[in-house]
């Protein structure tokens, strides 16, 4: 059974940077597509960003796009979120999220994806 552990969540300051990281336990995700989505407060889950197994491919909700970088280090079954830029709309609980399907662009729905962390806050305020 795969566990998903998330860390690296906090409270930071506007313009302020974190990274998330999200350890896989129990399977090998290196061919996995793995994604990190987030749920503002008294707001639905919502897509932030995805990656290919490899690692080649990405995809970014517009919202995050040239803030955040998503990659992975196969080798360590982890994948990471680095966040810059921070706004505080960007507020919330942190998930990470891997799917048996193949990396599309398509995959930004959390009932795409079939295994789920615990989730971590990120809190960006002054």
């Known amino acids: 059974q795969v566990q998903l552990v998330e860390s690296g969540g906090g409270s930071v300051q506007p313009g302020g940077s974190l990274r998330l990281s999200c350890t896989a336990s129990g399977q090998t995700l290196s061919t996995n597509t793995m994604a990190w989505f987030r749920q503002p407060p008294g707001k639905e889950r919502e897509f932030v960003a995805a990656?290919?197994?490899?690692?080649?491919?990405?995809n970014y909700a517009d919202s995050v796009k040239g803030r955040f970088t998503i990659s992975r280090d196969n080798a360590k079954n982890t994948q990471y979120l680095q966040m810059t830029t921070l706004r505080p709309e960007d507020t919330g609980v942190y998930y990470c999220a891997a799917t048996l399907k193949g990396f599309t662009t398509h995959l930004v729905f959390w009932r795409h994806y079939d295994y789920w962390g615990q989730g971590t806050q990120v809190a960006v305020s002054s």
């Open positions: 990656i290919s197994g490899s690692g080649g491919s990405t």
